[in-house]
């Protein structure tokens, strides 16, 4: 017969003290096995451009970001094109933030011979974990740790995909949208062996301050911050925004691409055509990258022909 509790409380406390160690063992392997996920394809590769979803690794121990993978016919090895998302500073939209996958742009690089990457970063969508890339209030916003931290998670996914067999180990591009384009820019200091190319769409942080239109969160600070990126920049950068980008106008952004120049940073500055009702998003669609394609075309081929390749 079994005891109760009432019948018998100092040996079912007792039971209770032993018993708790290894519910406590248990649940924390549950966790560590849920948190180890393995890195690389999950699933099968499907259309278009064989499209496939893998994990791969973060910043942070035991964080797999998602992303999405496309790849051209063949074994390669192919170039490497890594695409790095936008941003928000506001938790909700960034917990229900969908996978990015910008398949127009990505098809454009596919039909140019790389493999493309566009992976979620920590804090947003379905990876979830700790967003790193915190910039402060408004009127306090520091947007130089914001940068660093964005180019450090690229720059794990780029680490990551080289040692896989049908990457090559040089001449990576990093293609960076608005926040994304923000951390790409702290790139431009990377070795120009392993990126030979850096493209940035409407880079920057704050726009849109208090969901106002043509407003910036601290903008004499975005553009400081710009210009301490320039000090230390080795890959040229191609900046593109369209004409009617409300978050960081042609205007603004070609001040942003000047401090960065001022400070010993090489950058091609194009404005382009009005993209849609709202020009910031003209990477995600195919008019838009369709209308940036003869600028994306020159950035790669004056970059491959002047690196002799």
């Not at 278009?48 to 970001?65: I, K, Y």
């Not at 090559?168 to 392993?194: E, F, I, N, T």
């Not at 205007?251 to 382009?272: E, I, M």
């Not at 993209?275 to 491959?304: C, F, I, M, Y």
Request: hydrophobic fraction near 45%; charge should be neutral.
């Amino acid at each position: 017969m079994l005891e109760s509790a009432h019948q018998c409380p100092g040996r079912f406390v007792a039971s209770l003290r032993a018993l708790f160690p290894l519910v406590l063992l248990a649940l924390l392997w549950t966790q560590a096995a849920a948190a180890q996920a393995p890195f690389g394809p999950q699933g099968a590769e499907g259309e278009p451009n064989r499209e496939q979803q893998w994990l791969v690794p973060t910043p942070v121990p035991d964080l797999a970001a998602h992303a999405v993978l496309f790849r051209p016919p063949g074994e390669g090895p192919f170039r490497l094109a890594v695409i790095a998302h936008a941003t928000t500073q506001n938790v909700l939209r960034r917990a229900q933030m969908p996978q990015p996958e910008y398949r127009a742009l990505a098809a454009w690089l596919v039909a140019r011979g790389f493999a493309v990457l566009v992976p979620e970063r920590p804090g947003h969508g379905a990876t979830g974990g700790k967003y790193l890339e915190d910039q402060g209030g408004c009127d306090e916003a520091d947007y130089a740790p914001s940068g660093r931290a964005t180019a450090e998670e690229i720059s794990a996914v780029l680490a990551y995909l080289r040692g896989q067999p049908f990457i090559r180990q040089d001449g990576a591009v990093v293609v960076g949208h608005s926040a994304g384009g923000w951390g790409a820019l702290v790139l431009a200091a990377a070795d120009p062996a392993a990126i030979s190319n850096i493209i940035v769409f409407a880079a920057g942080r704050g726009g849109h301050a208090n969901d106002f239109p043509n407003q910036i969160c601290a903008p004499h600070t975005l553009i400081a911050a710009a210009g301490e990126f320039g000090r230390t920049a080795r890959i040229p950068v191609t900046w593109l925004v369209a004409a009617n980008d409300s978050y960081f106008s042609p205007q603004f952004s070609k001040k942003l691409a000047d401090a960065f120049r001022a400070t010993g940073g090489k950058v091609d500055f194009r404005a382009l055509p009005a993209a849609g009702s709202e020009g910031h998003w003209l990477p995600e669609t195919e008019t838009g990258v369709k209308s940036a394609s003869a600028e994306l075309d020159r950035a790669l081929k004056v970059r491959t022909r002047a690196a002799g390749k």
